[in-house]
């Protein structure tokens, strides 16, 4: 039987990891996990500059086009609530490589989509399968990792993944400028079939002994007492409302940086790239300041800087393209740093029902965050004006919040101290 030394140990390569793999040591199983949730983040963004082309080319408005994302997003949060208690009861591969499957199957059905609803209705399954791996991906590295070794690994896997938005505009851009939006999907497929592969090599985490025997039913009431965790529902809402001025402008960026300042697919990339790559980065600076810094002061911060960045909209964002980049870029900042932060608060300690815990946090967040893409669609008459209100909405309403949480003494134990 290994020693709990031996168990916590950080992930180095040729250390072992809590749970053996055949083909992975813990170096290269944190980097598969990573680069396949950067794929499935890829089926988001990389779609985003093709708005206006799929809008073009069906003769939709952009009210409808955007609905490319919406239920996307919408499936891949309903993916990520269904797969914790399924992988809890059945094991997490066979929940991965389901998921995988439906991911490549339906990448490669929306590059055939001849109309924009039978895209919107193809995107619906890709969604359930992309957000259901994204949960098993976690929970695999939940089962694998242990002590300080966990926390790092959760900080990579929230960060590394965000290459993907870095490299989705100047792919979907690329395939814009080639060819049309369907080979975005092609793409798609092809990375989504290259992630199946290293999915049927993975050998299970969970092991039979450990699983749940209860129905579904049962599994997903599991989720309740979670749920009325002291802290643990407001963290996550908060943690979603985070994240919705960022899914906001990630929904209308083309049309702002496209259409409203005509600065091309270049140049469209160029910003976008720089806005996620300070995404790539933020949660290594929340790794720096953290230990060093107190992880309430640091959540405090974020909210402070998420309010700036709405005021920063309406002063610069309806001038230049500049300035969008400007207001935009603490969205990403802030983002990346709490949901860092965040999910490492919410799942650890956790011995039991990983899988449950985890999927209520990415399903709430997903879910919630999602309806920025909706919200930003509006008539606000100008794309900006949409950003800048549910920026500064958002922050209201998530500062207050994390004040009611302070006040009732119901802040997740990370945040008790600072």
Not at 95 to 105: D, E, P, W
Not at 131 to 151: C, E, H, N, P, Q
Request: proline share 5%; glycine share 8%; with cysteine.
């Amino acid at each position: 039987m290994k020693s709990n030394e031996t168990r916590n140990a950080a992930p180095h390569g040729r250390e072992p990891l809590a749970q053996p793999q055949r083909f992975f040591t813990s170096a290269s199983l944190l980097a598969a996990c990573a680069c396949i949730t950067m794929v499935l983040w890829i089926a988001y963004d990389a779609v985003i500059p093709a708005l206006p082309s799929i809008s073009a080319e069906f003769g939709a408005s952009s009210g409808i086009t955007n609905l490319v994302l919406f239920p996307f997003l919408l499936a891949m949060a309903l993916g990520q609530l269904m797969s914790g208690t399924l992988s809890d009861r059945f094991g997490r591969k066979p929940v991965l490589v389901a998921s995988g499957a439906l991911f490549f199957v339906f990448s490669a059905l929306c590059a055939l989509a001849p109309s924009i609803w039978l895209l919107v209705l193809f995107r619906i399954p890709e969604g359930l399968g992309c957000g259901a791996m994204m949960t098993m991906l976690i929970t695999v590295v939940t089962d694998s990792y242990r002590g300080k070794a966990f926390d790092r690994a959760m900080t990579i896997m929230q960060a590394l993944p965000i290459i993907g938005p870095v490299a989705a505009p100047f792919l979907g851009s690329l395939m814009m400028t080639l060819f049309t939006w369907h080979a975005i999907f092609v793409l798609l497929a092809v990375l989504g079939g290259a992630s199946l592969v290293a999915v049927l090599l993975l050998d299970e985490t969970l092991p039979a002994s450990e699983r749940q025997t209860t129905g579904l039913a049962a599994n997903l009431r599991s989720m309740v007492p979670v749920c009325r965790e002291p802290g643990f529902l407001g963290t996550t809402l908060v943690l979603a409302l985070i994240g919705m001025p960022m899914m906001a402008f990630l929904a209308v960026s083309s049309y702002i940086y496209l259409e409203q300042f005509a600065i091309g697919y270049v140049g469209y990339s160029a910003f976008y790239a720089f806005t996620a790559g300070v995404g790539v980065l933020s949660p290594f600076v929340y790794l720096r300041l953290s230990g060093r810094v107190g992880e309430n002061a640091i959540a405090k911060a974020c909210l402070v800087v998420m309010g700036a960045s709405g005021v920063m909209t309406g002063l610069f964002g309806y001038a230049s393209a500049l300035g969008v980049l400007v207001a935009s870029v603490p969205l990403f900042f802030v983002e990346a740093v709490f949901r860092a932060q965040g999910f490492v608060a919410l799942l650890e300690d956790r011995a039991e029902s990983r899988g449950a815990a985890n999927s209520v946090a990415t399903f709430l967040y997903s879910a919630i965050s999602a309806l920025g893409t909706v919200a930003a669609s509006l008539p606000w008459g100008n794309f900006v004006t949409g950003v800048m209100v549910i920026t500064l909405g958002c922050t209201v309403v998530a500062a207050a919040i994390w004040l009611y949480l302070t006040k009732k003494h119901r802040l997740l134990k990370r945040y008790r101290n600072g």
